[in-house]
């Protein structure tokens, strides 16, 4: 059980006193003839097969004992075999294996036991950041344990249900897209694998005041609301403007727009990556503000274009790299309806134009929908 102050005690069972007897010489002793006793009495089984007990034994100073048999004097005595350092080398090192392994055994069970007692806690609220992606921050580690509501919990080192908390908690955190594994380690520390959602853009929210949510390429918000438009690895998220439906709160999916919206950011990202571009990066603003041919009907419903904000100073910032451009990317539609244009199509189309107009300087639009683009010249260059 999981409670804030002191939990019901875990039973154990208790450890086994353990202790390890050394062999010891009994109350016999065994020479090269016989077996006599601490008093030097002869067993009676060597002479009934005249056996002689060699001069100077024990056996042989015993009281009652003779040093010649019944048929005449005795042979001389048979030279007494050397002790072989090696045998008993061999014991010794088997005694004190033995005596270490079952100490092993007995410090196992008793570190287990002191595990087990309700005294050995574990702080939940405390979290520390291992490895992670570049993007994610300490400021991300500290909203996930504030939404997680495991602050103020501690639990019993050995309680089982720990690690299903854990899991539980990280799951329902809204930029955790799954956990992959959970490991408990003897220092009442635990270790937590898990996949995180990447944000991929900002979408503005509607009202007066400016309101910033991220968002992944599912359209999955991923915090509470921000003041200012977020930044990712020193670079202003790509932002949504426009949209027409609600934005829920963190760990909700936005409506189809913003979902359109995040998965064509996610895509321009990657498609910059492996082609080189930087200009598809710069093309930073997605507005759906004609959705749905909302305001000029036979117009394209998304536009981009160049914001050139950059990203306020601080650690890894990127200046602007272009200034902020008038001209527009007229994408068409983001459904994949069958008379409209691939994605694929229509970036390779932008890809041709950003390497002759890199800033898109002098354009007014530039129309990717269509079978081939349309470059419009502004008033000013014609």
Do not use: Y
């Amino acid at each position: 059980m999981i409670e804030p102050s002191d939990p019901a005690a875990v039973d154990h069972p208790a450890v086994d006193d353990t202790a390890v007897v050394n062999p010891a010489v009994g109350d016999t002793a065994v020479d090269g003839t016989g077996v006599c006793d601490r008093a030097g009495s002869v067993a009676s089984r060597g002479r009934e097969h005249g056996l002689a007990v060699p001069a100077g034994s024990a056996c042989a100073d015993a009281p009652g004992a003779s040093a010649a048999g019944p048929g005449g004097p005795a042979p001389a005595a048979a030279p007494r075999r050397a002790p072989n350092p090696r045998a008993e080398f061999a014991v010794r090192a088997f005694l004190v294996v033995s005596f270490l392994a079952v100490c092993g055994v007995g410090l196992v069970r008793l570190h287990e036991r002191t595990l087990a007692s309700p005294d050995v806690r574990s702080d939940l609220g405390r979290w520390a950041v291992g490895p992670a992606p570049s993007w994610f921050t300490t400021a991300d580690a500290r909203a996930m344990r504030d939404h997680s509501g495991l602050s103020g919990w501690t639990a019993s080192a050995a309680d089982p249900e720990v690690g299903r908390l854990l899991d539980s908690a990280l799951c329902e955190l809204p930029n955790v897209r799954s956990v992959r594994h959970i490991v408990r380690h003897d220092d009442r520390t635990f270790d937590a694998w898990v996949e995180l959602r990447l944000p991929v853009a900002a979408v503005r929210l509607p009202g007066t005041s400016e309101r910033w949510a991220e968002v992944d390429a599912e359209g999955v918000v991923l915090g509470a609301p921000s003041g200012a438009r977020p930044a990712r690895d020193g670079r202003l998220l790509r932002a949504i403007l426009g949209a027409t439906t609600a934005v829920p709160a963190a760990g909700g999916r936005a409506g189809p727009d913003v979902a359109a919206a995040a998965e064509l950011s996610a895509s321009l990202d990657e498609t910059s990556e492996t082609a080189g571009s930087e200009g598809l990066r710069l093309l930073d603003v997605i507005d759906l503000s004609n959705w749905g041919e909302r305001k000029k009907p036979g117009a394209s419903e998304v536009t981009l274009r160049m914001s050139g904000a950059a990203a306020p100073p601080g650690a890894g910032a990127r200046p602007a790299a272009v200034p902020a451009s008038r001209a527009v990317v007229e994408w068409g539609r983001l459904s994949h309806d069958p008379g409209e244009a691939t994605f694929g199509a229509k970036t390779e189309r932008l890809l041709r134009v950003l390497s002759a107009h890199p800033t898109l300087a002098g354009i007014d639009s530039v129309r990717v929908a269509f079978a081939d683009a349309v470059i419009v010249p502004s008033a000013q260059a014609r």
